[in-house]
Structures are given as C-alpha cells and as structure tokens.
C-alpha cells in the first residue's frame, strides 16, 4: 500500500506515542543513536512504517529496562529518514547524513531492497554497522564486513512457499497435490522466479501444467482466468503485484473458482485484504514472521502496536522484523560494551542471539553476513485474519486446502 509522506510522516507520530514504556529520566552517558533509513513513503511504505514503529517498541521496552548497561545506561535514540522506495541517491544520502551529521553507531533498514544496497555502501566506508529487513541475494553476496541480513535470500523464497504448501497439501488431506500452475508478472523477478520454480517443481515431483508470463498492469484478468480454467491445477503460483493481484483473484474467486493461490511479496498488504475482504481466503505466502505466532514477547508487541495503530493488520512481516533487529541491536551493543563501530560489528558477527519472537527464536550471522537460522512460514488469509498455517510445530490454524 503506498502511502503519503503526510502519511508516513503521521504513522510514524502514532508509532512514537505508543503507550508501552514511560520515559524515564535521562542516563549520565549520552544516548546511543541507531539511524533508521527506510522506505516510508511509495510502494514499499507500509513495510517500512511498521518496521520504524517496531524498533521504536523494541528500544522503548530496551530504554526502560536501563538501556544499554555495559555502557553506563545509556539510552537508545533513534533518527529516522525516509529513504523512498525508488530513489536510491537518497536512500545513500540519508544514511550518510546520519552517519557523519547524527552519528548514529548502526544502521536499520532500509526495507526496499534497492535503498538497502545504496545504503549497505555507506556504512561500509564507514565502518558502521548495517542490520538490514531486505531481500534481495546480492546484499550479502558483495563482500560486505558490516552488513547482517535477518531476511533469507530473495532467490530462496518461493522455492521456500513450493516445497511448504506440497507438504501442508499432503499432511492436510493424505495425498499431495497432483500438479501446479506457475503464473508471474514480466517484471525482472516474476522472469526469474517464471524460469526457476519450475526446477524446484521437479526436483520435488510436482508437475508444472503451465509456467507463463503475462504483462504487468493488467486491465482484462481473462489472460490470466482463461489458462486457469481449461487446465484446473491443484494450486496456482501466482507472481503478481497489488492491483493485479487483487484485479485476478477478484476474477477467479467471482467465477466460483477456489484454488489456493500461492503469492510472494504482497499478499500480505492492508490493500489487498481490504479489497478483497473474504475473496483472500486460501491466498498463501511465505513471511518470516506473523503476528499470532507464541513465541517470546510476540503479543506484547502485537498489542503495544495495535493500541496504537487500532485499525492496522498486524500480519506485514516487516513488524516482527523490526521488533527482532531491535532487539538484536540491543543485544549487540550490550555485548560489545562500545560505540565503536567495528567492536560493534564483531558483536553482531560473533553472537548467537536468542529469546527472539521469530521461528527459530534465534538469530545467528554467518560468514557472509547471513542469518544461518532463517526459516520461511506458510501464512493464510482466512476470514480476513492472517493465520499461520505450516509448519505443523507452528500452526495456529488448520490450512483452507
């Protein structure tokens, strides 16, 4: 959902009067600054938004615990910018600014995968730490030394959503589906993820009845309908952004048609199930977080948030990340003890963090700045609720198969 900088920028006054912690009396020391780039208006907005309103919880809750002890208490305070979702020279502009003018001893964000990259090379000249909620493979794939990506790799994602929904397909009605459909939009990704998920297919025996690409900006869902209809497949995966998204399953859904309909990348989005109200249900995806999973702190968050944000999905993974790369910020600074940026970064590359509300309720970076814990959800809009459907340890409610 693309939102307004007046928008944003109101969000973000929302997300500062959340009603958690009281501030407290300021600390001797100075206040430790974490420089938060992100995508806060444009396309990736909402993802953004909540990933700022989730670290500001995170180091509320951090403040009022005594902040960062092994530096004399010292406070967390957090400088935000807007980065946009499609300018990366600003993107490399704020983050410079925080870093030289601010000094902000980490960076958090910046949500679009193409603001993070323009961003990663300032904190690298910099030698200040990069935690990052982005996607994309080539992050980590660069040689970075202070960059540290809690995402899986962007390439990995759908793969991740193939090989889950086979399985949840099978343990939920004791056969496993018996073929797909693989429909993605002509963008560089939908290309990509078009010519690749079909070897995943067959690595796992799963036949591929179709795997075609279509026009982004459709205006007639009869291109997509009609190969649906005369091929029937068990599950459609389906490559597309919000307005075609919403546009085809509004089609499929009015036509009596129920397939499950596997997306990557907006399905979550407050747009989508607005539009499309009870149509979403068995829409499936992958996140890496959802906002009914029992895991440590996880409805704290959840409720903090919504006390703020009353009429919000809290299902946008983008909430969870933030929360978690603000605890794990946290963690680190404790650890290091310093707000030198490289005994910073060895914190955060030496640290098996853990009591996260995450899957693995741990995070770990590797060599190449990684998370080696990473593990995908399969996530369903069911009743206009976003629930966690597999892995089967995970569930909180029975998959619409």
Same mark, same amino acid.
């Given at each position: 959902?693309? @939102? &307004? !900088?007046?928008? $944003?920028l ?7 009067? %959340? ?8 600390? $001797?020391?100075?206040?430790?600054? =974490? *420089?938060?780039?992100?995508?806060? &208006?444009?396309?990736?907005?909402? *993802?953004?938004?909540?990933?700022? $309103?989730?670290? !500001?919880?995170?180091?509320?809750? =951090?403040?009022?615990?005594?902040? %960062? ?22 993107a490399? /502009? ?5 870093i030289?003018?601010?000094k $902000?001893?980490v ?10 990259l ?19 493979d ?8 202070? &960059? ?6 962007? /390439?990995?994602?759908?793969n991740?959503?193939?090989?889950g ?20 939009s ?22 591929v009845?179709?795997s &075609? ?24 995966f ?6 075609? @998204? ?29 539009? @499309?109200g ?7 995806g ?7 999973l029992?895991?440590p ?5 959840v ?6 944000n ?9 909430? *969870?990340?933030g929360?978690?790369?603000?605890? %794990? ?13 490289s ?17 693995a ?14 593990m995908? =959800? ?5 009743s *206009?609720?976003l ?15």
């Open positions: 959902m693309a @939102l &307004t !900088r007046r928008q $944003a109101t969000r973000l006054a929302a997300g500062a009067a %959340i009603l958690g912690a009281p501030r407290l009396a300021r600390s $001797a020391e100075p206040d430790v600054v =974490i *420089g938060a780039p992100n995508s806060l &208006t444009g396309g990736l907005a909402e *993802g953004g938004v909540r990933f700022v $309103a989730a670290l !500001r919880i995170a180091f509320d809750q =951090i403040n009022a615990k005594g902040g %960062i002890k092994s530096l004399g208490g010292a406070k967390l305070r957090m400088v935000v910018a807007d980065t946009t979702s499609e300018n990366p020279a600003q490399a /502009s704020v983050t410079r600014r925080m030289d003018q601010d $902000a001893v960076i958090a964000g910046a949500t679009a995968s193409a603001m993070t323009a961003a990663q090379i300032e904190c690298e000249k910099a030698q200040v730490p990069l935690v990052t909620n982005s996607y994309a080539p992050i980590v794939l660069r040689g970075m030394k202070y &960059t540290f990506k809690y995402m899986p790799q962007g /390439s990995a994602v759908w991740m959503a193939m090989d929904i086979v399985e949840m397909y099978k343990a939920t009605t004791g056969a496993p589906p018996k073929n797909c459909a693989i429909f993605m002509n963008d560089a990704v939908g290309l990509g993820v078009q010519k690749q998920l079909p070897l995943e297919a067959k690595r796992i025996g799963l036949p009845l179709f &075609t690409p279509y026009q982004m900006g459709l205006t007639d869902p009869s291109v997509a309908i009609a190969p649906i209809m005369a091929h029937k497949p068990d599950i459609l389906l490559g597309a952004f919000t307005n075609d @998204l919403i546009l085809i399953i509004r089609a499929m859904r009015g036509l009596g048609i129920n397939t499950p309909i596997v997306n990557g990348g907006t399905f979550y989005g407050e747009a989508v199930i607005n539009a @499309l009870n149509q979403a249900d068995r829409l499936f992958v996140e890496t977080w959802n906002s009914d029992k895991l702190g996880n409805k704290e968050l409720d903090t948030y919504m006390q703020a009353p009429k919000a999905h809290p299902g946008n993974e983008q909430l *969870g990340v929360f978690t790369c603000g605890l %794990i910020i946290g963690q680190a600074l404790e650890k290091a003890g310093s707000r030198d940026g005994k910073i970064r060895d914190a955060l590359a030496n640290t098996e963090f853990d009591n996260l509300p995450v899957p309720t741990k995070v770990k970076y590797g060599p190449n700045g990684l998370n080696i814990y990473n995908g =959800i399969l996530v369903e809009w069911q *206009g609720v629930r966690t459907v597999w892995p089967l340890k995970l569930q909180m409610a029975k998959p619409q198969i």
